[in-house]
């Protein structure tokens, strides 16, 4: 094979290969609880994802980010925190920065449960990683 058919060949299957990773991440959108006391609500926007996050049932967190790696200025529980979100392959990363310290948190849907797996991942600072499995719920417009 002349290099001329190689390059375009191999373009076009990262591209399909590319497509196949980023089909599963619509499988994120929606209402996804645990114990009924945290809730995350992700929902697709024209160039990013919309967030509500509810801690303990009372919201901690409701703002748009682009899923381009650029920084979007946030409040979170009240206090000022810059994310930056992309995707990875199937999973949606967010990094998030609270002063001196960042965390990363890797949202991925389970195939084998179907559960969405939120992965909460220290990269400085004290906090520690945490492995929640959430479920996905009806929202009160679904239902109407």
Not at 43 to 55: C, E, I, K, L, P
Not at 61 to 76: H, L, Q, R, W
Not at 80 to 92: A, D, E, H, R, S
Request: aromatic content about 8%; some cysteine; overall charge positive.
């Amino acid at each position: 094979m002349h290099l001329r058919h190689f390059w375009p060949a191999l373009f076009l299957l990262c591209a399909v290969g590319r497509a196949d990773d980023y089909a599963d991440t619509s499988k994120l959108a929606g209402a996804w609880a645990l114990d009924g006391k945290t809730t995350w609500k992700l929902a697709a926007t024209s160039d990013g994802v919309h967030f509500t996050y509810m801690r303990a049932g009372q919201p901690a967190a409701d703002f748009e980010c682009n899923t381009s790696g650029k920084d979007c200025p946030i409040k979170m529980d009240g206090k000022k925190v810059t994310v930056t979100v992309y995707f990875n392959g199937p999973q949606l990363v967010l990094m998030e920065t609270r002063g001196n310290d960042v965390v990363k948190v890797r949202f991925g849907v389970l195939a084998a449960s179907g559960e969405m797996q939120v992965e909460t991942i220290p990269i400085t600072g004290s906090a520690k990683p945490e492995t929640l499995r959430l479920k996905r719920v009806e929202t009160e417009s679904a239902t109407r």
